[in-house]
């Protein structure tokens, strides 16, 4: 459920975290899950369905956005642009960025953008859950993007073992050396809470990082 308290802005669940009032309904679950799945579509693979213009970084109008879905779909016609805003804002991963009155997904895409993350204070190692398939074949040739336009790391070795069980119960895990990595040329970007982003990691940047020594 999302609500917004008063005093403390935007939140998911019966009460605000900070001062325990139920604050003003804003959405349901399934509607809360329902214009989630939605904006992640139109904001990282396909902007054309609701007619987005999208410039080079990814970004949309908001307002443009909730007028293509008002329009196709009348069930929404109580939508209005804090509502895009608060579901952005308490994103738990921060997959979302706000910037006046446009928004972008910051991961995930793919489309070809010029999205220009920050790239300062990156972690000195990051991880990548592969599958024991696949982790052979990615420590001995490196990691390169499949489905996506990037290389998808995580901050911890516990979000990558939880992104990679999306995939498979038992991820292989696998160590970056960031800090190795970025000397050598490679440019990694932060987009998320968890999520850093980088168009390939060459083989000798990588380990298989095994969970008793993350404990």
Request: hydrophobic share 35%.
């Amino acid at each position: 459920m999302l609500r917004e308290c008063g005093e403390h802005g935007y939140f998911r669940g019966e009460i605000c975290p900070v001062c325990g009032e139920p604050g003003k309904f804003l959405m349901n679950e399934q509607e809360l899950d329902q214009l989630g799945r939605t904006l992640a579509g139109a904001l990282r693979h396909f902007p054309e369905r609701f007619g987005l213009d999208m410039d080079e970084q990814g970004f949309v109008s908001i307002r443009e956005f909730i007028n293509a879905l008002r329009n196709s779909n009348r069930r929404y016609h109580w939508l209005r642009p804090h509502h895009i805003i608060a579901i952005i804002e308490t994103d738990p991963k921060g997959r979302y960025q706000i910037s006046n009155d446009m928004m972008r997904a910051t991961y995930g895409h793919s489309l070809d953008l010029d999205l220009r993350l920050p790239t300062e204070d990156i972690p000195e190692r990051l991880y990548y859950p592969a599958t024991p398939e696949e982790a052979d074949i990615i420590l001995e040739t490196g990691l390169r993007p499949s489905d996506r336009k990037m290389v998808h790391l995580s901050k911890t070795f516990q979000d990558a073992l939880s992104a990679g069980r999306v995939r498979v119960e038992n991820p292989v895990i696998l160590e970056v050396d960031t800090a190795a990595a970025i000397e050598a040329g490679n440019v990694i970007s932060k987009a998320g809470k968890t999520v850093f982003l980088v168009r390939e990691i060459p083989p000798e940047f990588l380990s298989r990082k095994e969970e008793e020594e993350d404990l």
